[in-house]
Nanobody, 127 residues
Framework: QVQLVESGGGLVQAGGSLRLSCAAS????????MAWFRQAPGKEREVVAA????????FYADSVKGRFTINRDNAKNTVYLQMNSLKPEDTAVYYC????????????????????WGQGTQVTVSS
C-alpha cells in the first residue's frame, strides 16, 4: 500500500506562483512514475504533468506548457509541481498520482494508468 500526501495549495492572484509537493510513503521500494492531475468543478480529471522514474522525460498539458514544471526527488520519495504565471482557469483540485511498478523511462498520462492517488489540494486563482 502506498500513501500520498499533497501540500502547497492555496489562494493566489492571477500571475502568481505556487509550489505543490507530494510525498509518497509505504511500499515504494520499486521504480514508479508520478504525475499531477487536476479536476475543476463539473469537469473531468485531466493530466497536468507527468514524469518518469529517472526524471529524464516529462509531459505537460498544452494549457500549462511554459508555466508549470514537474520534478522529483527520489531520495525523498517526493514529486513537485512549480506553477508560475497562474491563471483563473488553473483553479481546480490538484491530485498527485503514482504508478507502481513502472518502467524507469516511461511516463503515463491517463487516469486509468494510476492506482495510487493523494487526497487532493485546492488551488484557487483569483482574477
Amino acid at each position: 500500500q502506498v500513501q500520498l500526501v499533497e501540500s502547497g495549495g492555496g489562494l493566489v492572484q492571477a500571475g502568481g506562483s505556487l509550489r505543490l509537493s507530494c510525498a509518497a510513503s509505504g511500499r515504494t521500494f520499486s521504480t514508479y512514475a508520478m504525475a499531477w492531475f487536476r479536476q475543476a468543478p463539473g469537469k473531468e480529471r485531466e493530466v497536468v504533468a507527468a514524469i518518469t522514474w529517472s526524471a529524464t522525460s516529462t509531459f505537460y498539458a498544452d494549457s500549462v506548457k511554459g508555466r508549470f514544471t514537474i520534478n522529483r526527488d527520489n531520495a525523498k520519495n517526493t514529486v513537485y509541481l512549480q506553477m508560475n504565471s497562474l491563471k483563473p482557469e488553473d483553479t481546480a483540485v490538484y491530485y498527485c498520482a503514482l504508478k507502481l511498478p513502472s518502467s524507469r523511462s516511461y511516463y503515463y498520462t491517463r487516469v486509468d494508468d494510476y492506482d495510487n492517488w493523494g487526497q487532493g489540494t485546492q488551488v484557487t486563482v483569483s482574477s
